[in-house]
């Protein structure tokens, strides 16, 4: 199992980005995968999750109506799109997969990727 993020970078506030997170070793349809953000010391925060067979998606009320996730299956790609960011936006994000069919909160049974760093100028 593999994941790989990529799409992060510099950018204004009220620009977009996109981040992509490319799956191995498993059908991103099958299970859950979520964006997350894990700022230093704490425990991880959900940023966004789409349930397998996109039975549901969580959006953390920070970015409801700016953020969209969706997934590609053919390309087995989770993506993220941010549009209207702001510097409180500035994270590293992280592609999760719990290997279950929703995002819960047991870090232990999560698959993560590198991380792609997402910076918001003012």
């Known amino acids: 199992v593999q994941l790989v993020e990529s799409g992060g970078g510099l950018v204004q506030a009220g620009g977009s980005l996109r981040l992509s997170c490319t799956a191995s070793g498993f059908n991103v349809d099958d299970y859950a995968v979520g964006w997350f953000r894990r700022d230093p010391g704490q425990s991880p925060k959900a940023v966004s999750c789409l349930s397998a067979r996109n039975s549901s998606i969580y959006y953390d009320d920070s970015v409801k109506g700016r953020f969209t996730i969706s997934k590609d299956i053919t390309k087995h790609v989770v993506y993220l799109q941010m549009n209207n960011l702001s510097p409180e936006d500035t994270a590293v994000y992280y592609c999760?997969?719990?290997?279950?069919?929703?995002?819960?909160?047991?870090?232990?049974?999560?698959?993560w990727g590198q991380g792609t760093q997402v910076t918001v100028s003012s």
């Open positions: 999760g997969a719990p290997f279950t069919p929703h995002c819960g909160t047991y870090w232990p049974g999560y698959y």
